[in-house]
């Protein structure tokens, strides 16, 4: 492998598994850029770069065995080698092991490659065979080449597989990671072993992972291998002590103490067109008393759609204000903000208390507006989405830190803000979950955090009636629509794409938004979609909540937090794409008000296996809890979670739902091991998670 020469220049420090992995042979600047995506950007991080999969080279098939769709390992020497012009320039090699022969189509390849495939010499290549009435090929196999057969035996171990970024190969990936297996070799506070915590040391259950020999291939397969196990445990339990550290140090600095939180409830009551339920005024009593103790809070709030989560923060925040406090709230759409400002503002202008605003969006001006009477202390109730914690941002007194809609806040943000409050004391935290998870999740997600959970519904609310409709109904849908907006009733259509791309979400309900106004000329219908100006959003969901427009096209835009009473029908389109979640969170809009309301999930036929049983749950419950359950069984929590969210929790290998059962004795370890062996846990904590030390500094 050639040395880049481009790499920092100087003295080589000595490898260790915190160097910066451009030290290693063939990882120049180019290459780390690549890794950098999937998180790997030291010596260290490569070890627990575990493969995906597994792959079996240890037999050379021949190629008449070869079968259509299936992987295998050849090996033959090259009768020709040329390049072809189709549709694209592409090279063909031919190669014969004796007995047939097989055609390697390569439609990347370069000058190298092609000169190093000439005739007579030996290729052994790994791909998917495909048999087609000109005979066997290979599409991009995996290959090398000889000068003979015997230079390329077959392998006598499985062949690890690792997730990538387009840019780098297997073959890198593996020579990179065997380097890191020496560095941690070498690495005496690697390689001495922790006591009790049973299964192969750190090291060799490594080795197993990524240098498997063909033993226990089944267990390994199934991710039950001792191995597996072992490494399993180790980066739970470094998540528990790392949470509990977090805690530590979070409870251990002092907070604002506040005791107005009764008294400012009440106040809010008198104010309020409902009277706050029972669940709602014993978690307002928990928060209190969280307030009160001189310590920084750290709750959770649970609470399914619609249960009521924002006048619980409400009458926080105004407790904070009227002793002269700073809060704020975020949440994660502008949309949601803005509806969070005006609620807030409804509320708390008449006791007057004043709500600051921040978007993202806003005008230099009007910006800089807001930073200053964040920073003079004069407006003390604020809302905003992750502006808020953008550079520039300083309150004079902050107090508190509310998050709605936690899913899509990682813990790193959090602590951002954490840094937002006056030196020397610790905001209050106040998390608010829209998706309700099970509790062995949460008990791993949120270690760190206390819980509450909101759950009763207000009254008077009916539940939402689904209905599973196919496409092919859509007239009928159409008829229902009119039949109940002439009523005075209100309607969500939305629309969904599978792409996250938010262009190509808004030409969609853009086209669908025509043709409703065509289908349904008598009916005033409002748009609002992710592409539009924040004034024209506005003016929409304005249009909406008022009654001037009777069914407004939607994204999923609407899908957090959108609160419009007198809205009781919902058509979502294509619900088949959604997941459960999703699903519910958009369900959650309707069944606000006192009229019966409907969902219609139309769906795309024929449905997969996994949609029709999510449309039928949804049909089924309206519970969150019992749903973000059956999401889970269906799903598993990594996508539950999304995999790319896991800064949430930054879990590598461990899975919270597959191994549950580990976690109870885990919590208990990391207890003891916190009072016992402090020590051992910081090196845990430091093997496994590496930045925790830095956010426990924060
Ligand atoms: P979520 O928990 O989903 O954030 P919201 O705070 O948006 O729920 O509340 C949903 C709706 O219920 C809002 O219109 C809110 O004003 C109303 N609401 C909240 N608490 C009560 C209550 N105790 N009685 C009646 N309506 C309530
Ligand atoms: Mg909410």
Redesign the pocket.
């Known amino acids: 492998m050639n040395v880049r020469s481009d790499r920092p220049k100087g003295k080589k420090p000595p490898l260790t598994l915190a160097t910066e992995l451009t030290f290693l042979k063939g990882a120049g600047p180019a290459v780390a850029m690549k890794l950098k995506p999937l998180g790997l950007e030291r010596v260290g991080d490569l070890l627990l770069h575990l493969p995906t999969r597994y792959e079996d080279r240890r037999r050379i098939l021949p190629i008449a065995e070869v079968r259509n769709g299936e992987e295998a390992l050849v090996c033959g020497r090259v009768v020709s080698t040329e390049v072809r012009f189709g549709a694209k320039r592409w090279l063909r090699v031919v190669i014969d092991d004796g007995r047939s022969s097989m055609v390697l189509r390569f439609f990347h390849f370069n000058e190298v490659q092609k000169a190093a495939l000439v005739e007579n010499r030996w290729v052994r290549a790994f791909g998917t065979g495909r048999i087609t009435p000109n005979g066997a090929e290979m599409v991009h196999p995996e290959y090398r080449v000889a000068d003979s057969a015997a230079e390329l035996p077959p392998e006598d171990r499985l062949t690890p597989i690792y997730g990538l970024t387009t840019g780098i190969t297997q073959t890198r990936v593996r020579a990179l990671i065997q380097q890191a297996l020496a560095v941690a070799q070498a690495d005496p506070d690697f390689t001495a072993d922790f006591p009790g915590l049973g299964g192969p040391a750190t090291l060799a259950a490594l080795r197993t992972l990524h240098e498997p020999d063909g033993r226990d291939l089944g267990d390994l397969l199934l991710d039950r291998h001792p191995a597996q196990i072992r490494l399993v445990r180790e980066e739970l339990l470094a998540h528990q002590l790392c949470m509990r550290l977090l805690r530590k140090q979070t409870k251990a600095a002092p907070g604002a103490r506040i005791e107005a939180v009764l008294a400012a409830t009440a106040q809010l009551q008198g104010r309020l067109p409902?009277?706050?339920?029972g669940a709602?005024r014993r978690v307002i009593g928990d928060i209190a008393h969280d307030l009160s103790a001189g310590k920084p809070m750290l709750r959770l709030i649970q609470?399914?759609?619609?249960?009521?989560?924002?006048?619980v923060a409400a009458a926080a925040m105004l407790g904070c204000a009227q002793v002269g406090l700073q809060s704020v709230l975020m949440a994660p759409t502008e949309l949601l903000v803005e509806q969070h400002a005006r609620?807030l503002a409804a509320w708390l202008n008449p006791l007057r208390v004043e709500v600051g605003l921040l978007l993202g969006k806003m005008k230099k001006s009007e910006r800089d507006e807001a930073l200053r009477r964040a920073a003079s202390g004069e407006v003390k109730v604020w809302v905003g989405t992750h502006a808020l914690f953008q550079g520039d941002m300083a309150f004079k007194r902050l107090a508190m830190i509310v998050v709605d809609e936690q899913h899509r806040f990682g813990v790193g943000q959090r602590l951002a803000l954490r840094d937002k409050g006056p030196a020397g004391v610790t905001p209050h935290q106040l998390i608010?979950s829209?998706t309700p998870i099970p509790r062995t999740l949460a008990q791993t997600i949120y270690a760190d955090l206390d819980v509450s959970v909101?759950d009763e519904l207000?009254?008077?609310r009916t539940p939402v009636q689904t209905v599973v409709v196919s496409n092919e109904r859509r007239h009928d849908v159409l008829l229902r629509i009119g039949e109940a907006c002439r009523q005075g009733r209100q309607a969500y259509w939305v629309c969904t794409l599978i792409e996250e791309n938010s262009e190509l979400q808004a030409q969609a309900a853009e086209e669908t938004y025509r043709q409703l106004r065509e289908e349904l000329p008598e009916l005033r219908v409002g748009l609002v979609h992710g592409r539009l100006k924040p004034a024209e959003k506005e003016a929409q969901m304005r249009a909406f909540q008022s009654g001037a427009t009777q069914l407004l096209v939607a994204t999923t835009v609407i899908e957090v937090?959108v609160?419009v009473?007198n809205a009781s029908i919902m058509i979502i389109d294509n619900a088949e794409r959604l997941g459960l979640s999703q699903l519910h969170q958009l369900r959650?809009r309707v069944g606000?008000g006192a009229t019966a309301s409907q969902c219609l999930l139309m769906y795309q036929g024929p449905l997969g296996e996994g949609s029709k049983a999510r449309l039928e749950v949804m049909r089924t419950t309206t519970d969150g809890f019992v749903i973000a359950q059956k999401d889970l069984e269906l799903r598993g929590p990594g996508e539950l979670l999304g995999r790319r969210q896991t800064g949430l929790i930054g879990l590598k290998i461990a899975d919270p739902v597959r191994d549950s059962a580990l976690i109870p004795p885990l919590q208990k370890l990391a207890d003891d091991w916190w009072l016992k062996t402090p020590k051992e846990a910081r090196r845990m904590i430091a093997r496994w998670i590496g930045d925790a030390e830095r956010y426990a500094q924060v």
């Open positions: 409902f009277v706050m339920t709602q609470g399914d759609v619609g249960s009521g989560k924002t006048v609620t608010m829209a909101i207000p009254p008077g937090g609160d009473p959650g606000r």
